[in-house]
């Protein structure tokens, strides 16, 4: 059964620091990785989709990295700003056509102007 | 482009009391739909997904049920509401291909 943990559950940095979110999913044998923002009381927003055969994706000031062999997805924020503050999810979907995507719990960001 | 709406945004109950939320998509035609809920300090549970009018699967079992009466309409209800449903409601939708997944505003339940 595939698990997805995300850590840290929390973390807080100061204005313009680089920072790292990380992903970890228990079955390597996946379709594809997502990260989610999601904002208190909303709806999630994707940010970024990894196909399984792909290392790493870019939006903007964001690098989403994948290691299927061991399991591994890391979210990249340069330069963070105020408006970064959210919740991140990242969610990994096995296979099929349909998007039974398993969740993390999600890594809850806040950076102090 | 494509919008997904889902209604209400809040929504207070007493336990025992019907349910009926709702949701629908424009700009696309024959997507998957989906009802995720998550409750307060857990992920994302997906509850239901539907690849086709009539066509529900149920993820777990529970006090819930879905139906998709149109091709782009997905309802999420319940003829008599635990306190367990309470949490935050999404409803979420992808092409039939299954590649990236958009989701609704929410809806928070809360059942009392």
């Known amino acids: 059964k595939q698990e997805v943990t995300q850590i840290p559950a929390a973390l807080s940095v100061p204005e313009g620091e680089n920072l790292v979110l990380n992903c970890s999913f228990t079955?390597?044998?996946?379709?594809?990785l997502q990260w989610f923002r999601q904002d208190p009381g909303k709806g999630l927003t994707s940010l970024l989709l990894i196909q399984s055969s792909q290392r790493e994706q870019t939006s903007g000031r964001l690098n989403a990295s994948l290691d299927k062999s061991s399991g591994r997805s890391t979210l990249y924020i340069a330069a963070s700003q105020p408006g970064d503050s959210a919740t991140y999810l990242c969610?990994?979907?096995?296979?099929?056509?349909?998007?039974?995507?398993?969740f993390g719990t999600g890594t809850l960001l806040a950076v102090q102007p | 482009s494509q919008t997904i709406h889902q209604w209400p945004a809040t929504l207070v109950q007493p336990v025992g009391s019907p349910l009926s939320l709702e949701c629908t998509v424009e700009g696309t035609s024959n997507p998957n739909l989906y009802w995720y809920r998550q409750a307060a300090g857990r992920g994302l549970q997906l509850l239901f997904y539907?690849?086709?009018?009539?066509?529900i699967s149920s993820e777990v079992p529970q006090n819930l049920s879905a139906s998709r009466p149109q091709d782009r309409q997905f309802i999420l209800s319940s003829k008599k509401l635990l306190l367990s449903d309470s949490g935050f409601y999404l409803c979420?939708?992808?092409?039939?291909?299954?590649?990236?997944?958009?989701f609704g505003s929410g809806t928070q339940l809360s059942v009392l």
């Open positions: 539907s690849v086709g009018i009539g066509q």
């Open positions: 979420a939708w992808s092409s039939s291909r299954g590649e990236k997944l958009f």
């Open positions: 079955d390597s044998a996946i379709y594809n």
């Open positions: 969610a990994v979907k096995n296979g099929g056509a349909t998007n039974k995507l398993i």
